[in-house]
């Protein structure tokens, strides 16, 4: 939980000015060169996961989403498409920011049902900060490599599988 002291409810608040009121992740022009820091969280599922995660694939794809958020909700049968057949040496993983919410990680299980979308979800954890506070605007997504390293430019906005595919292919191609 990233703000623990907090009421539910004020947190939620909290969770909405950060998300409207930071810069987004790429600082520059060409990507950010920024690490994703290293963490031990759980899924949605409740299994445990680390921030070896990325070892497990040339790329990452990281949608960071909510479950009140109406575009989040939207592109996730997209989602769900695009994480059945992601392109080679890549791999999709969601980052479901309001997890700790009183009843969200029941609705997120139903609205990832509903969807057939049934890549990891991981809930967010303290290490996670420096990232999550350069949101902006979800739903985000957000592409890492192999060794934690955010690389490309952030998604704003949802988008179609074809459009994530077709990102998802350019950073791959630039990629050493």
């Known amino acids: 939980m990233l703000f623990p002291i907090l009421k539910k409810s004020s947190r939620t608040v909290l969770w909405a000015a950060v998300l409207a009121a930071v810069a987004v992740v790429a600082a520059s022009p060409g990507g950010a060169a920024e690490v994703f820091p290293a963490f031990s969280s759980r899924s949605a599922a409740g299994e445990s996961v680390s921030s070896a995660v990325f070892a497990d694939a040339r790329l990452t ?16 049968p997209d989602l769900g498409r695009l994480g ?5 040496g890549s791999q999709l993983v969601g980052l479901l920011l309001d997890a700790d919410e009183s009843g969200a990680l029941d609705d997120a299980k139903k609205i990832l049902t509903k969807a057939n979308a049934g890549f990891l979800q991981i809930l967010p954890v303290d290490e996670m900060r420096s990232v999550l506070e350069e949101i902006d605007a979800i739903p985000t997504t957000i592409f890492v490599d192999s060794k934690g390293r955010i690389v490309g430019d952030p998604l704003i906005g949802s988008r179609s599988e074809k459009e994530y595919r077709a990102e998802i292919e350019k950073i791959l191609k630039s990629m050493p």
């Open 61 to 76: 794809v990281v949608n960071i989403w909510a479950t009140w958020c109406p575009p989040c909700r939207a592109e996730m």
């Open 84 to 88: 059945r057949s992601m392109p080679d």
